[in-house]
């Protein structure tokens, strides 16, 4: 009896895991099947048409990752050391179900909220910071730029690096913690010496795991930013480039023919660099693990 | 007994209709059936007179319960390959049937004459600002063309002003606002553009938007919205969709005009109808460049294809009927309330109503 659930476990067990792995390997040979002819056809048109967007979507990728970072570990530092638990827990609760909201409802308050009232503030930063090349201007009137794009972005990706930044914050060694202190060490130069390194690793996949999310994300892109194809550093202008996930949903539907291989093609270069990323970001935990 | 009358007149009457409740007599029943219509209808075409075709199929269809039709905005190409191809009773397209098509849809229907294809939605394009103070934008094609070209960036520029006398302009960066996707009101702006000033508008005209570096947005709804939300913007989009924004009055010959109804449906009285390919075809060389008094020329308009003849008799009436509709003030009405367009002029409609006698 005891063997035979055994086997029917181990069997499910086995066949999720293989089926996992099918899929994986049924898309990438779905991409690189579709993908073919474009790149057959036309490999440097191919490489001009998606280069401003794979540059697009790493520039909102990075303003993402940059922003949400920091704010993420402070947020974290805050739930695992700094706030009494009453607060903590509830905190932590409530980044959660930043990560629940859908991404449409990011973008339409990126678009109707968040743009409008940045105009201001990207105006100023043209005035005042125009000699450094993102904020070159001509500041957008409306604030559907790259900038506001990435802040949406960095808003959420936030519960996912903070959930795994604190997860390991909470697993600092009380005797290292308490050593320090022991040491006459303030709470911030505990936090410093103990905390930080420990999670060191963590913050970095954390931070991975993040980026592979905001390099994909389509919709609130889609809706947000506005769009003319140029490469461009400048972040506050109205002329910028697109990302792949998002010229692939607003195009793919009035495509055909050679066009929608053009686009499988985006679509793959955006599949291996996610697939990069998120590999990256298993090794370095993996390395955290072994220690 | 009532069920099994009802049961062999369905049996008899499959091809024109299902069974009603009103066939309480198979004499009656038959009687009614040859003046009332029913059936299916398919059409598929231009998803520009979307709007419309569903006030149309509501309309048509309240007056005729057991019709059943239905329109499929699968673009305007699509619509004419399906049409020519006989898959669908009518359809709609932006641009007339030319070259091959036309053969092919002249062969559809059995003969030159029998082709239908008429003016049914007129639907101006408004160009939308959102520009504090000014009331009342007025633009020459030129000002127009070079605004949307971004060679004039400033509300206060000269060119701005000459067209604009004793209105105070603010200094403020001019943004302009065009669809990201592909779309029949770029390719109508952008052929009015190239019409009236081609040494400005020198791209090639396409429904995809030539100049980069300028705000996109996705849709009709996204230009609106992003000319709403921004300060010094413009941009182009249905009229019927501008709203409380500004809408500017375009220079045509001496005086301004703005796209009202009136002024859009003008436009097909002073366009050239194409070389005649058949006494029920209506169809129009937009002219674009006209110096009419009162007319508007940045228009879309969109055609219904459809013919005299179909292989059922029903089929036949049908179709006529339905077309009768469209032009019908009634239909031209439904169409300007759901979809903003301009209703047909009394003078091309007295013209369509006789050519479909």
């Known amino acids: 009896m005891t063997a035979l659930g055994d086997r029917l476990f181990s069997g499910l067990a086995t066949a999720a895991g293989v089926l996992i792995l099918a899929t994986l390997a049924g898309v990438a040979g779905f991409l690189v099947l579709e993908a073919w002819p474009a790149i057959t056809a036309d490999a440097p048109g191919l490489a001009k048409y998606i280069w401003p967007l794979a540059f697009g979507t790493v520039v909102a990728a990075a303003i993402a990752v940059v922003i949400a970072v920091p704010m993420a570990i402070a947020v974290a530092l805050f739930i695992s050391h700094i706030a009494p638990p009453r607060v903590a827990q509830p905190l932590s609760y409530l980044i959660d179900l930043l990560a629940a909201i859908p991404s449409v409802i990011y973008g339409l308050w990126g678009i109707a909220v968040l743009g409008p009232a940045s105009v201001g503030l990207q105006r100023w930063l043209e005035e005042h910071l125009g000699f450094l090349p993102f904020f070159a201007g001509p500041a957008s009137a409306t604030g559907r730029t790259m900038l506001v794009a990435g802040v949406v972005l960095a808003v959420m990706i936030l519960p996912i690096i903070t959930a795994v930044a604190r997860s390991v914050f909470v697993q600092t060694p009380r005797r290292l913690q308490e050593g320090a202190q022991a040491l006459g060490a303030t709470r911030w130069e505990m936090i410093r010496m103990t905390v930080l390194p420990f999670g060191r690793s963590a913050i970095i996949s954390a931070s991975m795991l993040g980026l592979g999310r905001a390099l994909g994300e389509t919709m609130a892109v889609a809706i947000v930013l506005s769009v003319s194809g140029a490469v461009t550093l400048n972040l506050i202008g109205s002329g910028n480039p697109s990302t792949i996930a998002a010229h692939i949903a607003l195009d793919f539907p009035e495509s055909s023919g050679p066009a929608v291989n053009a686009l499988i093609a985006a679509g793959l270069v955006l599949f291996a660099v996610t697939l990069a990323v998120n590999m990256a970001a298993r090794a370095v935990i993996n390395r955290q693990l072994r220690i | 007994m009532k069920l099994n009358r009802c049961v062999w007149l369905l ?118 600002y959102n520009l504090e103070g000014v009331e009342n934008l007025q633009l020459s094609p030129e000002t127009l063309a070079k605004i949307f070209k971004q060679e004039i960036k400033r509300w206060d520029d000269p060119a701005i002003a000459a067209d604009n006398p004793g209105a105070t302009l603010p200094g403020e960066r001019i943004t302009p606002v065009n669809r990201s996707d592909e779309s029949g ?48 913007t413009i941009g182009y989009a249905d009229a019927s969709q501008a709203g409380d924004l500004g809408v500017a009055a375009i220079k045509v010959g001496e005086e301004y005009v703005g796209p009202t109804p009136e002024a859009a449906a003008k436009i097909l009285e002073s366009s050239l109808q194409t070389d005649d390919p058949g006494a029920r075809v209506f169809t129009y060389e937009l002219a674009r460049d006209t110096t009419e008094s009162g007319t508007y020329p940045i228009v879309l308009v969109s055609y219904l294809m459809a013919c005299t003849q179909y292989d059922t008799p029903e089929e036949t009436a049908l179709v006529k009927a339905f077309v009768g509709y469209v032009i019908s003030p009634e239909g031209q009405q439904a169409a300007a309330q759901n979809a903003g367009s301009a209703p047909l002029s009394d003078a091309l409609r007295a013209k369509l109503v006789d050519a479909l006698q």
């Open chain 2, 11 to 128: 049996a008899a009457t499959l091809a024109i209709g299902a069974c009603g409740a009103e066939n309480e007599s198979s004499q009656s029943g038959a009687a009614r059936q040859a003046e009332q219509l029913s059936g299916n209808l398919a059409g598929a075409g231009a998803s520009s007179q979307d709007a419309a075709m569903q006030a149309w199929i509501a309309g048509f269809g309240a007056e005729h319960p057991e019709v059943t039709l239905s329109y499929d905005p699968v673009g305007s190409g699509g619509g004419r390959e399906q049409f020519v191809a006989g898959g669908t009773a009518f359809g709609g397209t932006d641009s007339h049937l030319a070259d091959e098509e036309l053969t092919g849809a002249q062969e559809r229907c059995q003969g030159a004459d029998n082709l239908i294809e008429i003016p049914v939605y007129i639907s101006p394009i408004a160009i939308i």
């Open chain 2, 185 to 232: 009101t770029t390719e109508n702006f952008q052929e009015y553009l190239a019409a009236v000033v081609p040494d400005v508008w020198d791209f090639e005209v396409s429904g995809d938007w030539p100049v980069k570096g300028g705000e996109s947005a996705q849709g009709t709804s996204g230009v609106v919205d992003a000319v709403k939300a921004g300060k010094g």
